[in-house]
C-alpha cells in the first residue's frame, strides 16, 4: 500500500445525473493495483471534512499511469470532488485491499447494481486481456443510470440490462437474466463477480451450487482509514471454529472480495 500520494486530475466529466468520471494521473497506483482493489482519496482542504473517502478503481491503466474512478455524488466530500478540473491536485492512499483472483481458463460473470458497476469494469479489461469470456449484468432505477455500459460491451460477449421502470429487460432480477444465459448458452461459467446489491449476493448463492460456478461479493463499507488501524469497516464472515459461528473481518484488508457463501449476510 502506498501512503500519501499526490495525484493529478487529467479529466472530469458527468456520465450520468449525479455520476462522474475522474481520471487521475498517478503511475505508482496504476502501475501496482489490481481489479477489485481500491483508493482513498481527498480532494479537499475544509477542516469539516477530515477524513478521506474510498472509491473502487474503475480502470487501471499501468501504461498511461492513470486511473480512473467513477463515483455517485452522494454528500459533502463527493460534491467537493466534483468541483475539481483538470491539473488540480488529490490526495491517495493505497492501492488498498485484496483484487480479484480470475479463473486459467472459461468464462466469468459481472452483475452490477447502480454505482456497483464501478469495480466491474476493471475486472472486465483484465479478464478479457486474459482470453476469458465476459457476461455483464447491468441494472438501476432507469434507463440513464445504467453505469458503464458501451465500456462493458467492448470486453464482454454480451451485456444484459434491466431497469425497474421495466424498459430494459422487463424489471427482472439479474440472477434470473443470468440464469436465461447459462441454460440458454451453456457457458463455461467458472466465476462471477458481484457489486451494489446485498440482494443480489445473497440471490447467487443457491445458483452457485446449481450451476458449479464460484461468487464473488464486492462489499462496499463507510471506511475512516482504509489500512484497518480504526476497525470502522468490519463485517461477519461464517466461522465454524467460534462458538457464535462468526468472526469478524476488515473489508478493507480483508476484503473488500469475498465468497457470498462466506459472508454473514
Not at 474512478?69 to 492512499?93: D, H, P, S
Not at 469494469?121 to 465476459?134: D, T
Amino acid at each position: 500500500m502506498l501512503m500519501y500520494l499526490q495525484g493529478k486530475i487529467v479529466t472530469q466529466k458527468v456520465v450520468a445525473p449525479e455520476y462522474n468520471l475522474l481520471v487521475i494521473e498517478q503511475p505508482a497506483i496504476a502501475k501496482a493495483a489490481q481489479p477489485g482493489q481500491f483508493v482513498m482519496l481527498k480532494a479537499w482542504e475544509r477542516r469539516d471534512l477530515v477524513l478521506p473517502r474510498p472509491f473502487s478503481l474503475y480502470r487501471i491503466l499501468p501504461r498511461e499511469g492513470q486511473i480512473q474512478i467513477l463515483y455517485k455524488i452522494r454528500g459533502q466530500g463527493t460534491a467537493e470532488m466534483a468541483r475539481r478540473g483538470a491539473g488540480e491536485e488529490v490526495e491517495l492512499i493505497g492501492p488498498s485491499g485484496k483484487g480479484i483472483t480470475l479463473p486459467a481458463t472459461g468464462a466469468i460473470a459481472l452483475l452490477g447494481r447502480g454505482i456497483g458497476a464501478a469495480p466491474l469494469m476493471a475486472i472486465a479489461e483484465a479478464a478479457k486481456g486474459q482470453g476469458l469470456e465476459v457476461y455483464t449484468f447491468l441494472s438501476a432505477r432507469e434507463r440513464s443510470l445504467l453505469l458503464g455500459e458501451e465500456d462493458f460491451a467492448r470486453y464482454s460477449r454480451r451485456v444484459v440490462t434491466s431497469t425497474d421502470d421495466g424498459q430494459e429487460g422487463g424489471g427482472r432480477l439479474l440472477t434470473d437474466l443470468l440464469v436465461d444465459i447459462i441454460e440458454k448458452e451453456s457457458p463455461s461459467l467458472q466465476r462471477v463477480y458481484t457489486c451494489g446489491s446485498r440482494r443480489l449476493a445473497r440471490g447467487l448463492i443457491p445458483l452457485q451450487a446449481r450451476y458449479g460456478f464460484i461468487a464473488y461479493v464486492l462489499l462496499e463499507e463507510h471506511m475512516a482509514c482504509g489500512t484497518g488501524a480504526c476497525k470502522g469497516c468490519v463485517c461477519k464472515v461464517k466461522d465454524p471454529a467460534r462458538p457464535e459461528g462468526y468472526s469478524y473481518q476488515k473489508v478493507c484488508q480483508d476484503g473488500a472480495v469475498f465468497p457470498v457463501g462466506e459472508v454473514v449476510w
